[in-house]
């Protein structure tokens, strides 16, 4: 079963993160997660981003800003919800993952600058893809992917204007607005 | 058999890439490439960031900038590499990953704003991670996994003074540099 996923990102700071922050939302969103969690500053700009991504390429993602990400969180758990914390210092992905049940909601917390202590006891696992130093990025499409199956298909994004086929050696984008118009 | 793989980031802008470009490089080592070029803007922050890291978490990674990408995996194809183009426009993955042949090197280009249409008939191989858009450290770092078996562990990172430990819930990291000053 697919397990329903929300992504958090901590401690955004607008300047410095925001191609970063957007392509972690964005990620999130290719790898099958239903909604974004935006924490640290307020930017339009990241929601804006992903909004239009997702009315063009389709699909039923959401996201929102949250300025309390703790109360978020423990009102998260509260309810059911499962937190895990990435995290270079925690447990080996590959053999987590697997434990993590996937018939409640999940709560995917991907830190920023700094992380609360408190971050690492609220999360039910702390889960490290590597223990290098690499992106928030990366970590959570292999996590995701670890835990979805792979890398979300066409079939989860319905309602897409363009769709990108894949080809060999060219671009093929087929832009559903314009077949309806051709064809009326 | 492990691949020997270097990373080619085509059209890097210092001020607008430079954090998504630092991101790739890390990813590019913490999933067992060798080496990492730089084109477009020279930015020696990037060079200087990833040899700092090595030095630090250990292994063998190098990195370079070059002014002239194509020129560059001309001559890489020409020595008898294989040349893949990561474009969410390409095959799937998934499918097109296995046939790769392991035993030459790889040369990975990722793109930056605009790529060159030569790329596409350059590379052997132009793959997708997903035909959303997303990031190029997400792409690279599924594809390098399906690629490389996984992600790459401490056995490939000899001579690290720093090594993080898994833990559940809090950080472990050994300093290699004081273990030998204690034992002293």
Do not use: W
């Not at 307020?42 to 699909?59: C, M, N, P, Y």
């Not at 889960?127 to 979805?148: R, T, W, Y």
């Amino acid at each position: 079963m697919r397990p329903e996923i929300t992504v958090v990102r901590l401690g955004h700071r607008q300047q410095r993160d925001k191609r970063i922050t957007s392509h972690l939302g964005l990620t999130a969103r290719a790898m099958g997660a239903s909604h974004f969690v935006l924490c640290g500053d307020d930017d339009e700009k990241v929601l804006d981003t992903l909004a239009d991504v997702t009315e063009t390429f389709g699909g039923q993602f959401t996201a929102e800003y949250q300025g309390k990400p703790l109360g978020y969180l423990r009102h998260f758990a509260k309810q059911g919800g499962q937190i895990v914390h990435l995290t270079m210092y925690g447990e080996d992905f590959e053999s987590a993952t697997p434990k993590i049940p996937t018939d409640a909601p999940i709560a995917v917390v991907v830190g920023g600058a700094k992380v609360p202590g408190e971050i690492y006891k609220l999360a039910k696992y702390n889960i490290a893809v590597g223990h290098q130093p690499h992106s928030e990025v990366a970590a959570l499409a292999l996590f995701m992917s670890e835990l979805m199956g792979g890398v979300a298909g066409a079939e989860q994004f319905p309602g897409a204007r363009l769709e990108v086929k894949p080809h060999p050696s060219g671009k093929v984008v087929i832009d559903h607005e314009e077949d309806s118009d051709t064809s009326q």
